[in-house]
């Protein structure tokens, strides 16, 4: 794995910009019980857009 | 209809679980858009385009607004966008460069006698090269006989996929690798070339606004099906050949929003208004 994104989950506000900048599919879940952004790391490319659209910086890539 | 999808008993075992969860939680037969993103399996599975790449976000955000995905068929064209297609769970074609909508308006035709109780969609998603130089003349003729196909073009300004050339759709004074001294010409403006051509429905939007982008791409189909053409025009930027960082994607469509370079427009026929006004009507009961 070269470059992912990271999800804190106690900042994530359940927002779904992420979502909506993500130019990969079904690399960020919502979960709709927790209100809260998961990421499947092993799709992830790490162009970080999802980190730029974040209102809360509760993404990062490593 | 998720009876239309369906693994045989004896394959269960040795089915991918990408095919097995599209079944179970795809968007085939539900009512999904794009506010459902990140909770149902999408159409679209790992492709091969770029990191931070925004022609793959601009289909992603198309393949969740389908409204009938179960009944499209989509016309690809030589371009980035037909190196995702094999990766799309949905009907469809990959046409000769420039042909994708002659070759549409005889799927349509074909499609409406083989099946005329079912509505089929037939959408053509090819990139700027495909759409506004090499196959403009196909384009425009579609427009000209009203087919009722939808034309989306998704626009890198650029030919991305073959090291960079300067493309119809590209800007004014645009550097590229292949076009090293900037671009000598304007921009082509193809929504009012499709306004002046007869389309009922035309739109341009940005992946920026993914609701303004699912209306425009629903609109579209439901004029194609009813009324006649329509087009729509999604700015996709290439941050690997415009040389910006992938993370800059939005920034840079939301950039060039501002100061007016690329501006999101809608034009409507009044027969397509009246259309969805009555949908509309229908819709709110």
């Known amino acids: ?62 | 209809m998720r009876n239309l999808f369906q693994v045989s008993a004896a394959f269960e075992d040795i089915m991918p679980a990408e095919y097995k969860s599209l079944i179970e939680n795809g968007p085939f037969g539900g009512d999904k858009g794009v506010t459902d993103l990140g909770t149902f399996k999408e159409l679209l599975e790992e492709h091969p385009l770029c990191a931070g790449c925004g022609l793959a976000l601009s289909l992603r955000l198309i393949l969740a607004s389908l409204p009938n995905p179960e009944h499209t068929i989509i016309v690809g064209s030589t371009g980035c966008s037909a190196l995702a297609f094999p990766q799309a769970a949905v009907h469809n074609i990959h046409s000769l460069f420039g042909n994708q909508n002659a070759v549409a308006s005889g799927l349509k035709r074909a499609l409406s006698l083989r099946f005329p109780d079912v509505v089929k969609d037939v959408v053509v998603i090819a990139g700027d090269g495909a759409t506004a130089d090499i196959g403009l003349d196909m384009v425009m003729h579609s427009w000209f006989r009203q087919e009722r196909i939808t034309t989306i073009m998704l626009d890198n300004e650029a030919y991305a996929n073959t090291g960079g050339q300067e493309s119809g759709m590209s800007q004014e004074g645009a550097v590229l690798n292949m076009a090293p001294k900037g671009k000598n010409f304007s921009k082509i403006s193809v929504p009012e070339l499709a306004w002046a051509s007869g389309c009922a429905y035309v739109a341009a939007v940005t992946p920026a606004n993914p609701r303004k982008l699912q209306s425009a791409v629903r609109r579209g189909i439901l004029a194609a099906r009813e009324t006649g053409s329509s087009y729509i025009q999604v700015y996709s930027p290439c941050p690997t050949n415009y040389k910006f960082k992938p993370n800059q994607t939005i920034e840079k469509v939301k950039s060039r929003e501002k100061d007016g370079t690329y501006q999101v427009r809608e034009y409507i026929s009044d027969e397509a208004q009246l259309l969805f006004d009555r949908l509309e009507e229908v819709k709110n009961g």
Do not use: H, Q, W
């Open chain 1, 1 to 62: 794995m070269y470059a992912a994104v990271r999800i804190n989950e106690i900042i994530c506000i359940g927002c779904k910009k992420c979502i909506y900048a993500c130019p990969d599919p079904n690399v960020l879940s919502f979960d709709e019980e927790t209100r809260k952004v998961s990421a499947d790391e092993s799709r992830c490319k790490g162009c970080g857009l999802c980190v730029s659209e974040c209102p809360k910086d509760a993404m990062s890539i490593y």
